[in-house]
């Protein structure tokens, strides 16, 4: 069962695996609708962008203490 997953995830996103098992294991999952569109490539946010953001959500009430609160 293992192998038969690893053969279906490898098949729906690993675009150079080549071959027939390969193919046919696409072109089902493509059919199911199981396969995602590739979209536009997106790029990182620049790090000092990320950080800020890091440190704005670290911010506030911790949820922990509201779930405790809530209890």
């Keep these: 069962?293992?192998?038969y997953v690893t053969a279906v995830l490898d098949a729906a996103t690993?675009?150079?695996?080549?071959?027939?098992?390969?193919?046919?294991?696409r072109e089902r999952l493509d059919q199911?609708?199981?396969l995602a569109e590739s979209g536009e490539r997106r790029s990182r946010p620049p790090r000092e962008e990320a950080?800020?953001?890091r440190r704005r959500a670290g911010r506030?009430?911790?949820l922990s203490e509201i779930v405790s609160e809530d209890r």
């Design 32 to 34: 199911a609708g199981l």
């Design 51 to 53: 950080a800020r953001a």
């Design 1 to 3: 069962m293992n192998d």
């Design 14 to 25: 690993n675009p150079r695996l080549a071959g027939d098992e390969a193919e046919r294991l």
């Design 60 to 62: 506030g009430t911790a």
